[in-house]
C-alpha cells in the first residue's frame, strides 16, 4: 500500500474528525464520563478501518456524522432533562461523610476500603485526617471529590472580618 | 438544535468532496478500498465461514450466480485440497479502466502459502469481485 495514501487518508480523516467533535461541543471527548468513554471508543474502531482502507471513505464520513449527530441529541436531551442525564451520565455516589466511610456507596461504586484510602490520600488527606472531610463523592466523570468541612478550611477573607467583628472592633 | 445541523451540512459536504473525488476524478485506490483489501476481506470472511457476508464482496451479476451455499461447498473444496487456511494476505495486481486483478496469498498448516488470482470490476465506485473461479481452481 503506497504511503502517500495513508497520509492523504489520515489528513483527511484527521480534519473530518476535528471538525466533527468542534461542531458537537466542548464537552463531547472532556474528560472520562460514561457518554464520552464511548463515543472515543466507537471512534477509534472506525479510524482503523478508515485509514488502512478497509472501508470506502464514504462509509467512514456517513459512520462518524451519525455517531456525532446522535451523541449531539443524547447531550442536548442531557442537558434538557435530569431523567436523561441520570440514564447517561450516572449520579455522584456519596462514599464518605463526616470522616466515615459509606458501605452503601463504597458497594455501588465496586470500591474497597483501600481504594478509598487511596483516593482520598490522593487529595491530600490521610486517614488520621478523615474527620476534617464532611463529604466525599465519586463523580459521573469517576474522579473522586471532597467536601472539607467548615472548620477544616483554609481560612478566608470573610473569616478575619467575622473575628474582628467578633472581637467588637 | 444550530450544531447538529452544522454537522448534518459537514457530513453532507465531506460526502459531496468524496464523490468529487471518487467520481470526478476517479479515484480508486486513496477514498475507496483498493482492490487487495477487498480481496484480503472476501477471503477472510470465506476462511471465518461468514458466507452469507460475503456476498457484499461481489458485483450485482457474481451475487445472483454465487450462493452462500455455493461459496460453503467452494471453500470446503478449497481446502481440502489446501489444508486449512490459517493465514490470510493480499497482494495488488494489475488495473485497467474500471478492472482489476488482486492476489490472496493463503497460508495453510500442510503447504507453502497459495496464490489466488481474484478479477474485479468497480460498481458505484467500488471495487467487487466478479467471480470464485479463482478460488475453485487455484
Known amino acids: 500500500m503506497e504511503l502517500h495514501r495513508i497520509a492523504i487518508r489520515v489528513i483527511f480523516v484527521y480534519l473530518v474528525l476535528l471538525s466533527l467533535i468542534r461542531l458537537s461541543g466542548k464537552r463531547t471527548v472532556s474528560e472520562g464520563t460514561a457518554f464520552s468513554f464511548v463515543l472515543a471508543l466507537i471512534l477509534g474502531d472506525m479510524i482503523d478501518d478508515a485509514l488502512w482502507a478497509e472501508v470506502a471513505m464514504a462509509q467512514f464520513v456517513a459512520a462518524a456524522g451519525t455517531l456525532a449527530t446522535v451523541h449531539l441529541l443524547v447531550s442536548w436531551g442531557a442537558s434538557h432533562s435530569d431523567w436523561i442525564d441520570r440514564l447517561v451520565s450516572g449520579t455522584p455516589a456519596l462514599i464518605l461523610a463526616d470522616g466515615r466511610s459509606r458501605r452503601d456507596g463504597l458497594r455501588g461504586e465496586q470500591m474497597s476500603d483501600k481504594a478509598l484510602d487511596f483516593e482520598i490520600r490522593q487529595e491530600g488527606v490521610d486517614k488520621a485526617r478523615w474527620a476534617e472531610v464532611s463529604a466525599a463523592h465519586v463523580e459521573a466523570s469517576g474522579h473522586v471529590s471532597l467536601l472539607k468541612a467548615p472548620w477544616a478550611r483554609p481560612p478566608q477573607r470573610r473569616d478575619k472580618d467575622a473575628v474582628l467583628r467578633k472581637a467588637g472592633r | ?138
Do not use: N
Open chain 2, 1 to 138: 438544535m444550530r450544531a447538529i445541523a452544522a454537522i448534518v451540512a459537514l457530513v453532507m459536504a465531506t460526502l459531496g468532496l468524496v464523490a468529487v473525488v471518487v467520481f470526478g476524478l476517479g479515484d480508486r485506490r486513496t477514498f475507496v478500498s483498493p482492490p487487495e483489501a477487498v480481496v484480503e476481506d472476501l477471503v477472510r470472511a470465506l476462511q471465518c465461514r461468514r458466507f452469507r457476508q460475503s456476498a457484499k464482496y461481489f458485483t450485482r451479476d457474481a451475487r445472483a450466480r454465487v450462493s452462500p451455499a455455493l461459496l460453503a461447498d467452494v471453500t470446503a473444496r478449497l481446502e481440502s485440497r489446501i489444508g486449512r487456511i490459517e493465514k490470510v494476505a493480499a497482494e495488488d495486481g494489475w488495473m485497467a479502466g474500471d478492472d482489476a486483478e488482486a492476489v490472496a496469498v493463503l497460508g495453510t498448516d500442510q503447504r507453502d502459502d497459495v496464490r489466488v488470482p481474484l478479477r474485479l470490476h468497480r460498481e458505484k465506485g467500488e471495487w467487487r469481485v466478479v467471480g470464485i473461479e479463482g478460488l475453485a481452481a487455484p
